[in-house]
């Protein structure tokens, strides 16, 4: 029999959110009822059906909300509650490692969507669903700070969003439990898709025919659980390709390049411009190695994180400008974070700090350091009020007198949430 269970939550606060260029020029400043700090806000359908000799059929969707979206668009999006919350305005940074976003608020709504197939065999899913990384860094209580609020965000999910990001359309397998280990392999694409392709007849479509955007990802996760005490790992390798295709696009066969077709690392056609013929394709290369523990002391819970990697960026010669500024780079991607929590009758402390970098060529491009305190009362096991301060500063040299580049962010707030 086929089982169907609605779930959702709906988190609001009152807060103060600031961030500051290096130089200390003031790039924004928010105040007021906003999105919530604690969790996502969301609504959820989770059906199960009992196929018999031990399998058994899902499907889980699950849509983001806005509750306090003045635009109309209470289920149409999502806030990026680290970054200010700007109506109409989509999340968006050209800068995969930064502290929070400029705009607001997600272009799609959808959190995830897939079908699942369970019985001896273990579980096979497929369609939008977490990435392994994302599992591990926030969903498998190994941190106790809030990703979507400042001092947060940093640490944990760090080189997710080179290593194609925190969800993913995807096929995924995982073992049967053994003992108390779990094994679980994920491929996929970034965000988006993982082939797209373009042609043309026009005479200037020098690259008729090529691949022109191409998306891989490969992910291993293990995990071990024993009473109070849990580990994993997940190891992820992205490759991302644009070529020359793109740059040369004839969309009506008319021999004159009419647009061309931006796509960013993780996948999603972001632009259409015109601009000169080039033939090189650029190729994005991220490894990232993601370590987790934690361990309940009872009194205390306390968990760690340390995520390594790097991405390498290259480029066929082309007859026109490079496709990025850092062709034939490789940027260096390190984090490492401390948690705690602390129950305490109806109330709960938690906290944490963390570190997070970015070089090339042994040169900082990020050295960001955060903290996040919050303290919550839980009136019963879906309700409860919560306050939270938070901080993350970037002290990288090439940072330090920026014009450009968020240097400090300092966000403090008081909320209620509730699930169902």
Same mark, same amino acid.
């Given at each position: %029999?086929?089982?169907?269970?609605?779930? *959702?939550?709906?988190?609001?606060?009152?807060?103060?959110?600031?961030?500051?260029?290096?130089?200390?020029?003031?790039?924004?400043?928010?105040?007021?009822?906003?999105?919530?700090?604690?969790?996502?806000?969301?609504?959820?359908?989770?059906?199960?059906? $009992?196929?018999? #000799?031990?399998?058994?059929?899902?499907? /889980?969707?699950? &849509?983001?909300?806005?509750?306090?979206?003045?635009?109309?668009?209470?289920?149409?999006?999502?806030?990026?509650?680290? *970054?200010?919350?700007?109506?109409?305005?989509?999340?968006?940074?050209?800068?995969?490692?930064?502290?929070?976003?400029?705009?607001?608020?997600?272009?799609?709504?959808?959190?995830?969507?897939?079908?699942?197939?369970?019985?001896?065999? #273990?579980?096979?899913?497929?369609?939008?669903?977490?990435?392994?990384?994302?599992?591990?860094?926030?969903?498998?209580?190994?941190?106790?700070?809030?990703?979507?609020? /400042?001092?947060?965000?940093?640490?944990?999910?760090? #080189?997710?969003?080179?290593?194609?990001?925190?969800?993913?359309?995807?096929?995924?397998?995982?073992?049967?439990? %053994? @003992? #108390?280990?779990? &094994?679980?392999?994920?491929?996929?694409?970034?965000?988006?898709?993982?082939?797209?392709?373009?042609?043309?007849?026009?005479?200037?479509?020098?690259?008729?025919?090529?691949?022109?955007?191409?998306?891989?990802?490969?992910?291993?996760?293990?995990?071990?659980?024993?009473?109070?005490?849990?580990?994993?790992?997940?190891?992820?390798?992205?490759?991302?390709?644009?070529?020359?295709?793109?740059?040369?696009? $004839?969309?009506?066969?008319?021999?004159?390049?009419?647009?061309?077709?931006?796509?960013?690392?993780?996948?999603?056609?972001?632009?259409?411009?015109?601009?000169?013929?080039?033939?090189?394709?650029?190729?994005?290369?991220?490894?990232?190695?993601?370590?987790?523990?934690?361990?309940?002391? @009872?009194?205390?819970? /306390?968990?760690?994180?340390?995520? &390594?990697?790097?991405?390498?960026?290259?480029?066929?010669? +082309?007859?026109?400008?490079?496709?990025?500024?850092?062709?034939?780079?490789?940027?260096?991607?390190?984090?490492?974070?401390?948690?705690?929590?602390?129950?305490?009758?109806?109330?709960?402390?938690?906290?944490?700090?963390?570190?997070?970098?970015? +070089?090339?060529?042994?040169?900082?491009?990020?050295?960001?350091?955060? +903290?996040?305190?919050?303290?919550?009362?839980?009136?019963?096991?879906?309700?409860?009020?919560?306050?939270?301060?938070?901080?993350?500063?970037?002290?990288?040299?090439?940072?330090?007198?920026?014009?450009?580049?968020? @240097?400090?962010?300092?966000?403090?707030?008081?909320?209620?949430?509730?699930?169902?």
């Amino acid at each position: %029999m086929a089982q169907a269970t609605i779930y *959702g939550r709906m988190d609001v606060s009152y807060g103060v959110k600031q961030a500051t260029f290096g130089n200390g020029g003031l790039n924004w400043k928010q105040t007021g009822v906003m999105d919530g700090l604690a969790t996502s806000n969301a609504i959820g359908f989770d059906a199960t059906d $009992d196929i018999g #000799g031990g399998m058994k059929g899902r499907f /889980v969707g699950e &849509v983001g909300l806005s509750p306090t979206n003045a635009s109309g668009m209470f289920g149409g999006m999502r806030a990026s509650t680290a *970054g200010a919350q700007l109506d109409g305005y989509a999340a968006n940074s050209s800068d995969l490692y930064d502290m929070g976003t400029r705009g607001g608020y997600s272009q799609g709504s959808n959190r995830q969507t897939f079908v699942e197939l369970s019985g001896d065999f #273990g579980r096979v899913r497929a369609g939008y669903m977490r990435t392994l990384g994302y599992e591990l860094a926030s969903f498998d209580g190994h941190t106790a700070t809030w990703e979507g609020a /400042v001092g947060g965000q940093v640490a944990h999910v760090f #080189g997710l969003g080179a290593a194609g990001g925190t969800r993913s359309n995807a096929i995924e397998y995982q073992l049967p439990k %053994m @003992g #108390g280990w779990t &094994v679980g392999l994920q491929m996929g694409s970034a965000a988006g898709r993982e082939l797209t392709e373009f042609g043309g007849t026009g005479s200037n479509n020098l690259a008729n025919g090529q691949q022109s955007a191409s998306n891989t990802r490969q992910s291993l996760k293990i995990d071990w659980g024993q009473g109070p005490a849990k580990v994993g790992m997940v190891y992820t390798s992205f490759q991302s390709s644009i070529s020359g295709a793109v740059q040369n696009y $004839d969309a009506n066969g008319d021999g004159t390049n009419d647009a061309t077709a931006s796509f960013n690392v993780f996948g999603a056609l972001t632009s259409t411009t015109t601009i000169g013929n080039r033939t090189g394709k650029t190729t994005y290369t991220t490894n990232l190695t993601q370590l987790a523990g934690s361990y309940d002391f @009872g009194m205390i819970k /306390v968990g760690a994180n340390i995520n &390594v990697g790097n991405q390498n960026i290259t480029e066929n010669a +082309s007859s026109g400008a490079a496709n990025t500024a850092s062709a034939g780079s490789t940027t260096d991607i390190k984090s490492q974070g401390i948690t705690f929590s602390m129950p305490m009758g109806a109330m709960v402390l938690a906290g944490g700090m963390g570190t997070a970098s970015t +070089s090339r060529a042994g040169e900082a491009t990020k050295d960001q350091s955060t +903290s996040q305190l919050s303290l919550r009362y839980n009136f019963s096991k879906r309700t409860a009020v919560y306050g939270l301060i938070g901080q993350a500063k970037d002290q990288a040299p090439i940072n330090a007198n920026s014009t450009s580049a968020v @240097g400090y962010m300092t966000q403090t707030g008081l909320g209620m949430l509730t699930t169902f």
